[in-house]
């Protein structure tokens, strides 16, 4: 009895390490991220009594809550300086809502990736992505990054999401 109960201990074992992966966050499309952001976005605007970036009035929309998503894409091998009011309000971000100020000298730079022909550009960890890509991937190469939707600026029909890469898987 004793012989039989460590044979299905050890098997269970075995199972739970090799369905581990079937656990493991399976990987999200930025377009599915940007169809939650809106919809909850559309929400505020409704809330506050009018349509968020009619006409020539800007409107900016920050997420108090976000949660970090798996994202496989091409990565196209180019990285800019952040603009400054895109800057300025992924620094809002980490103040208000992650409660890390000191982070924004993590995000200077952001890079352009591309998911189904949609090109992204994505504010990203200096350390933990841009730094890491320029020896782990190339131009072309698919990569996976942990980002998040942190809102988005919208003025008349142009939407400007702000996605943020944390880390490189």
């Known amino acids: 009895m004793k012989i039989l109960k ?9 199972l739970l390490v090799l369905t581990c992966d079937s ?4 990987p999200r499309r930025i377009s599915e991220m940007i169809a939650d952001s809106e919809k909850s976005g559309g929400l505020l605007s409704g809330l506050l009594g009018g349509d968020a970036g009619s006409g020539n009035l800007e409107t900016t929309v920050l ?11 091409k990565y196209l091998g180019e990285t800019r300086k952040i603009s400054k009011k895109r800057k300025k ?19 200077v730079n952001e890079l352009a990736v591309d998911e189904d022909g949609a090109r992204y550009w994505v504010i990203a960890h200096e350390s933990a ?4 890509l320029k020896t782990a991937a190339k131009s072309g190469d698919e990569i996976v990054l942990q980002l998040r939707v942190l809102g988005y600026s ?3 029909a142009a ?9 490189l898987d």
């Not at 656990?23 to 399976?26: C, E, S």
């Open 6 to 14: 460590k044979i299905l201990i050890v098997a269970g074992l075995m």
């Open 23 to 26: 656990f493991a966050q399976k």
């Open 63 to 73: 997420s108090a809550v976000t949660f970090p998503n798996k994202v496989r894409v």
């Open 89 to 107: 309000n992924v620094d809002r971000w980490l103040a208000e809502y992650a409660k890390t100020p000191d982070a924004k000298k993590f995000y």
């Open 129 to 132: 992505v841009v730094e890491k």
């Open 154 to 156: 919208k003025k008349g």
């Open 159 to 167: 939407t400007d999401y702000f996605l943020l890469a944390e880390s």
